[in-house]
Every structure is written in structure tokens, then in C-alpha cells.
């Protein structure tokens, strides 16, 4: 599923693709992706050009030449993002195609269905209206220790909760206590203000390191937790060495925290 990491590497392939190119024609697959009536959609979007990207947690939006016209587009649990020449086939799973006057497209790919786009018209009270919190990368530490210290419930769902930070999914939360020496099921108001800290600081190193190796997971440093869940091939040279803490070496354990899989080391990580 594109989190955070996913969806800025996407809002720069299509700021550095697609931005200063009017907008000839769009041609829409299936209507049910689209938030906004589809002809409204069309008509309000061909003739203008897109100029600028803003992402906010799993949210892209971007903005046109024209103010109040914005598009919003959610990648959901598979969608992706291809700039081909229009001489090209269409990409497999191109369900909704951007075709500029200059002979490019940029293709919208929902493979499974559960991609969105839409218009609004302003960004901060799209926010507003679907209750979603400050970015994983721009969120201060006082936001974060206020927003914190008023929830009794675990930390990781707290993290999980997009009001409270946006753009946070199950592996990035679980990576962030890891880093952070918290344990997933420490309530939200007990922890101090040394550990509120280090929580704010692994946000920014977790989100940073998965943008810089493009969410390609084999790259992150052999110090990370994520290699437990064996997506990718493994960075150490024991086949077995993934399965425990680079720190202490114990194993890591698997539990289920606020109904999602959770891993975490069970010696250094206590509440």
C-alpha cells in the first residue's frame, strides 16, 4: 500500500513530469474512481496546466494555473503514476489518462480499484473537513507532545490515527517505536517528554530513509526493524539475522496491537 515515503516519491516523479503542459483531453475508464462528476471533472480541467504539488500524509494535491481548481488524488492500496509519450501504448491499469498538448500523457494506475481523484477547491479546508492532522514530516514537537499527551490509549494506534499525524501506516509506526524505544502498548499519556522526543525524531529518520531508497526495502539500513517482515531480501549475510534486534540481539516478537501486526523487540522496548 503507497504510504507517505510512496506518495512524495509520486508527487515528484509528477512535479518533475507533468507540471506547465495544458491539458488537451482526459479520458476516464471507470467513473466510479472519480470523486467529482465526471464531466464537471473534464471540463474544469482541460485548457489548464498543473503548477505546483502539495502532499499531505497519503494525500497529493495539485494545483492548477487557475486558483480555486485543484486536483486531489488518493493512491489508495496499489495506485501509481506513469508520464509516457502518447505514441506509447497506454500503461496496463491507466484507468484515468492526462493528455497534454505536448504529445505526453500521464496516466493514473488503479490496478485494484481503490484509487480516487477529484477537485476541491482549497487544501487546508479539505483537511479540515476530513479530520486529517499535520504531515509526518512538517509536525513540530510541542503539535506532537500536546496531541500526545491527551490520549490514554496505546501509542501505536495513537500514531496510526491521521488526525493525530498524517500519513503514518502500520510498518512506519511499528519502525518509529523501534527507533524510538517505545513499546507499542505504552499509553499515550505516560510517556515523558525524553521519549515524546525520541518518537518526533524517528518520524523524521524513518520517513527521510524510505524517501531517500525509494520505499526499496532491502536498501534500509541493517539497523532497521522492517527487515522482520520480509518483504524484500535481507541486508544481512545470516539468512536467520533479520529475526532479531540489531541492537541486543534478541529475537523480535510478533503480536497484534490495535488489531494490526505488530513487531517490536520484547527486551528493549518495555512499558
Given at each position: 500500500m503507497p504510504e507517505l515515503p510512496e506518495v512524495e516519491i509520486r508527487r515528484h516523479y509528477l512535479e518533475t513530469s507533468s507540471l506547465h503542459q495544458p491539458i488537451s483531453h482526459i479520458e476516464i475508464e471507470d467513473k466510479k474512481l472519480v470523486t467529482t462528476d465526471p464531466s464537471t471533472f473534464v471540463a474544469t480541467l482541460v485548457?489548464?496546466?498543473?503548477?505546483?504539488?502539495?502532499?499531505?500524509?497519503?494525500?497529493?494535491?495539485?494545483?492548477?494555473?487557475?486558483?480555486?481548481?485543484?486536483?486531489?488524488?488518493?493512491?489508495?492500496?496499489?495506485?501509481?503514476?506513469?508520464?509516457?509519450?502518447?505514441?506509447?501504448?497506454?500503461?496496463?491499469?491507466?484507468?484515468?489518462?492526462?493528455?497534454?498538448?505536448?504529445g505526453f500523457n500521464l496516466g493514473f494506475l488503479c490496478p485494484r480499484k481503490f484509487e480516487r481523484v477529484g477537485l476541491i477547491d482549497d487544501v487546508d479546508t479539505f483537511l479540515k473537513r476530513k479530520k486529517i492532522g499535520s504531515d509526518g514530516l512538517a509536525i513540530s514537537l510541542p503539535e506532537l507532545t500536546g496531541k500526545l499527551r491527551a490520549k490514554k490509549a496505546f501509542i501505536k494506534p495513537v500514531l496510526l490515527d491521521q488526525s493525530i499525524v498524517a500519513g503514518l501506516g502500520n510498518w512506519i509506526v511499528d519502525e518509529v517505536l523501534f527507533q524510538a524505544v517505545v513499546h507499542p502498548q505504552q499509553r499515550a499519556n505516560t510517556l515523558t517528554d525524553k521519549q515524546i522526543a525520541g518518537i518526533h525524531?524517528?518520524?523524521?529518520?524513518?520517513?527521510?530513509?524510505?524517501?531517500?531508497?525509494?520505499?526499496?526495502?532491502?536498501?534500509?539500513?541493517?539497523t532497521f526493524l522492517i527487515h522482520v517482515r520480509e518483504w524484500d531480501n535481507s541486508p544481512y549475510e545470516d539468512l536467520e539475522a533479520h529475526k532479531y534486534c540489531p541492537r541486543c540481539g534478541s529475537r523480535i516478537e510478533r503480536s497484534t496491537v490495535g488489531g494490526r501486526t505488530t513487531f517490536f523487540c520484547p527486551t528493549e522496548q518495555l512499558i
Open positions: 485548457g489548464r496546466q498543473f503548477i505546483e504539488t502539495r502532499r499531505v500524509g497519503k494525500n497529493l494535491f495539485v494545483l492548477t494555473d487557475q486558483p480555486g481548481v485543484i486536483l486531489h488524488m488518493h493512491f489508495g492500496m496499489t495506485g501509481d503514476l506513469d508520464y509516457y509519450h502518447a505514441s506509447l501504448d497506454r500503461p496496463r491499469f491507466a484507468r484515468i489518462v492526462f493528455s497534454f498538448t505536448t525524531d524517528a518520524i523524521g529518520l524513518v520517513l527521510n530513509t524510505a524517501i531517500r531508497y525509494e520505499a526499496t526495502y532491502r536498501d534500509f539500513p541493517n
